[in-house]
Each structure stands twice: as C-alpha cells, then as structure tokens.
C-alpha cells in the first residue's frame, strides 16, 4: 500500500513540475516576442526620424524647376523576411502665395513631411501584420 501511494505522489509531483517548466517557457517566449517587438519599433522610430531628415533635404536641395517635390521612397532590408523596413514620406507644401508654386519667397514657405516606417516581426514574416510607424514635421524653408 506504501508503495502504490508513492507513485501516486511521484505521479503529482512531476505532473506540478511539468506545468509549471511550461508556463515559465511561456512568459520566457512572451517576453522575447515583446522584447523583439519593442526594439523594432525603436529602429522604426529611428529609421522614420533619419528619413524626414533625408526628405527635407531632398525638398531643400530641389531646384523646383519641373515642380515641387512631393514624396520619397526608401528602405533598409529586405521587408518581405521580416529583416527590413520600408519609408515612404509625403511633401506637402504649404506657401503663403498659392499663385507661386513651389517657389521660396524669403523664409515664407513651410512644408509638412508626412514619414511612415512599415515592419513585419521577423520570428514569422510570412503571417504576421505589416506594423506602421507614423511621423508627422513641419519643416520651414
């Protein structure tokens, strides 16, 4: 009788042990997923920073000769594995004198740089959501 009723504790024992190893590499893959998530919108935050910066000095080089400049496209990686990310920005001008397109008059003229930063989680590309990461400047010129 002894016996039987420490097999039966054994039984429970390892049972406990079991689900409680299954619940720790539960939170440990949660949190990995959550850490690789947190730092890729970091990177995209970075990334959409970089290229307004890079938008507003394609806008400011422009000789606005054939017209104003008005988007930028870009990226790093390859998206499509979930190792890259893709940047888009929009131009929008904004002038005082709406007759003059595009044209500097003094320090008159602003633009508005609408950048997104899209990005799929790398653990499973294939499935996961595209994430955008938007950023919004006005840049005076």
Aim: hydrophobic share 40%.
């Amino acid at each position: 009788m002894r016996k039987a009723f420490s097999m039966v504790t054994a039984i429970f024992v390892i049972l406990i042990l079991a689900t409680i190893s299954m619940l720790m590499l539960n939170m440990a893959a949660t949190t990995t997923n959550s850490t690789v998530e947190q730092y890729r919108h970091e990177q995209a935050a970075l990334y959409a920073k970089s290229f307004t910066e890079l938008a507003i000095l394609k806008a400011t080089q422009d000789d606005r000769t054939d017209g104003c400049i008005t988007s930028s496209n870009g990226s790093v990686g390859n998206f499509a594995d979930g190792s890259g990310y893709e940047a888009n920005a929009t131009i929008t001008w904004v002038l005082n004198d709406t007759t003059q397109a595009c044209t500097v008059v003094g320090n008159t003229s602003n633009i508005i740089v609408d950048t997104t930063v899209q990005y799929r989680n790398p653990i499973d590309p294939a499935n996961a959501p595209i994430t955008t990461y938007f950023k919004r400047t006005l840049q005076k010129i």
